[in-house]
T-cell receptor
C-alpha cells in the first residue's frame, strides 16, 4: 500500500514564525503536491514537484515556498506565517504510470495566531 | 483555466436514501475525471473515469461520465451513516508536467440514522 505521511497532524504557530511542513512518500513517486483545503473552496494547489529539485507554482503560491532535495520528501515552507494561512494542508504523491490517482497524506491542521 | 463545479455543496439524507452528486467541468484537453471520498482524514480514491457512458461501480457507489455535456455523477444507493463524508471531484488534463489535478469544492454529505 502507498503510504504518504506528514510530520504533524496539528500545529499552532504565531504570526511571523517560519513554519515547515514535511511530507514523505514510500512509493518512489515522481510527482508530489501540496494543497490547502478551506471550507467551501475545496482543495487548492499551492506547489507541486515532478522530480527532485524541480518545482512549479500551483494556483495559490503566494506566501509559500517548497523544497525537494530527495525524491521521497517534499517540504512546504511558510516564510512568515500569517493568520490567513490558517488551514488544513494536504500532501499528495502520484507516479507516472498506473495507478494514476493521487495518494494523500492525513493532513496537517495549521493554526496561526 | 480549468474549472470544476460540484453540486450540491451539502446534502442531508436519512439512512436508506439514494443520493446523486454532480460534477461539471471545463478543462483544456481532458484526460480523466476522478472521485474521492474524504472523512476526517486523507481523501481516498473512489473512481477514475475516462470514457463517456461507461459506468464504474463499487458496491453501492457508481459513477458515470458524459464527455459531451462535460459532467459526471456519483450515485450512492441505500446510504449508511458511514457514507457521511466530503465527496471531491477532480479533473486531469493531458498537459501538465506532473499531471496535476483541479478539484471542485466538494459536496458535504451527511447521512442521519
Amino acid at each position: 500500500d502507498v503510504k504518504v505521511t506528514q510530520s504533524s497532524r496539528y500545529l499552532v504557530k504565531r504570526t511571523g514564525e517560519k513554519v515547515f511542513l514535511e511530507c514523505v512518500q514510500d512509493m518512489d513517486h515522481e510527482n508530489m503536491f501540496w494543497y490547502r483545503q478551506d471550507p467551501g473552496l475545496g482543495l487548492r494547489l499551492i506547489y507541486f514537484s515532478y522530480d527532485v529539485k524541480m518545482k512549479e507554482k500551483g494556483d495559490i503560491p503566494e506566501g509559500y515556498s517548497v523544497s525537494r532535495e530527495k525524491k521521497e520528501r517534499f517540504s512546504l515552507i511558510l516564510e512568515s506565517a500569517s493568520t490567513n494561512q490558517t488551514s488544513m494542508y494536504l500532501c499528495a504523491s502520484r507516479g507516472t504510470g498506473i495507478p494514476y490517482e493521487q495518494y494523500f497524506g492525513p493532513g496537517t491542521r495549521l493554526t496561526v495566531t | 483555466e480549468d474549472k470544476v463545479v460540484q453540486s450540491p455543496l451539502s446534502l442531508v439524507v436519512h439512512e436508506g436514501d439514494t443520493v446523486t452528486l454532480n460534477c461539471s467541468y471545463e478543462v483544456t484537453n481532458f484526460r480523466s475525471l476522478l472521485w474521492y471520498k474524504q472523512e476526517k482524514k486523507a481523501p481516498t480514491f473512489l473512481f477514475m473515469l475516462t470514457s463517456s457512458g461507461i459506468e464504474k461501480k463499487s458496491g453501492r457507489l457508481s459513477s458515470i461520465l458524459d464527455k459531451k455535456e462535460l459532467f459526471s455523477i456519483l450515485n450512492i444507493t441505500a446510504t449508511q451513516t458511514g457514507d457521511s463524508a466530503i465527496y471531491l471531484c477532480a479533473v486531469e488534463p493531458h498537459s501538465g508536467s506532473a499531471r496535476q489535478l483541479t478539484f471542485g469544492s466538494g459536496t458535504q454529505l451527511t447521512v442521519l440514522p
